[in-house]
């Protein structure tokens, strides 16, 4: 039984492959199982106000080279492979949410959030 769970989360990875070229609008979407909070101003009637949102799906698109340049010292390692502490930074950028909003990502979905990062990251990364 244990034999067709892995057969089936292959399966699973093989389906959701990115191509190998990606057009400027790939989006790859990750529902979370532990929603994320944050704030957002909204306007109403003129005047500005706090509003809770919760987010239960991150919509992770193209990173550009100003996001790299944005992660934290010692994001890199000696090899050149991505830390795994830039996992946070980068999903965040991807996802345009906050870095602080990320944060919040439960250690249960890093993983999931990682994997679907990389489509988005260069075969040296």
Same mark, same amino acid.
Do not use: C, W
């Given at each position: 039984?244990?034999?067709?769970?892995?057969?089936? @989360? =292959?399966? =699973?990875?093989?389906?959701?492959?990115?191509?190998?070229?990606?057009?400027?609008?790939?989006?790859?979407?990750?529902? +979370? @199982?532990?929603?994320?909070?944050?704030?957002?101003?909204?306007?109403?009637?003129?005047?500005?106000?706090?509003?809770?949102?919760?987010?239960?799906?991150?919509?992770?698109?193209? +990173? =550009?080279?100003? &996001?790299? %340049? $944005? +992660?934290?010292?010692? /994001?890199?390692?000696?090899?050149? @492979?991505? &830390?795994?502490? $830039?996992?946070?930074?980068?999903? $965040?950028? /991807?996802? !345009?949410?906050?870095?602080?909003? $990320? @944060?919040?990502?439960?250690? %249960?979905?890093? !993983?999931?959030?990682? %994997?679907?990062?990389?489509?988005?990251?260069?075969? /040296?990364?």
């Amino acid at each position: 039984m244990e034999n067709q769970e892995i057969k089936k @989360d =292959q399966e =699973q990875e093989q389906e959701q492959e990115a191509p190998k070229t990606l057009p400027k609008d790939y989006t790859v979407s990750i529902t +979370l @199982d532990y929603p994320l909070e944050m704030e957002r101003t909204v306007i109403e009637n003129n005047r500005p106000r706090i509003e809770k949102v919760e987010v239960k799906k991150l919509v992770l698109k193209r +990173l =550009q080279g100003k &996001h790299l %340049r $944005a +992660l934290p010292e010692g /994001s890199f390692l000696n090899n050149g @492979d991505l &830390h795994p502490s $830039a996992i946070i930074p980068l999903a $965040a950028y /991807s996802a !345009d949410i906050p870095v602080e909003v $990320a @944060d919040q990502i439960d250690l %249960r979905e890093i !993983d999931k959030v990682s %994997r679907a990062l990389v489509p988005f990251l260069p075969k /040296s990364l």
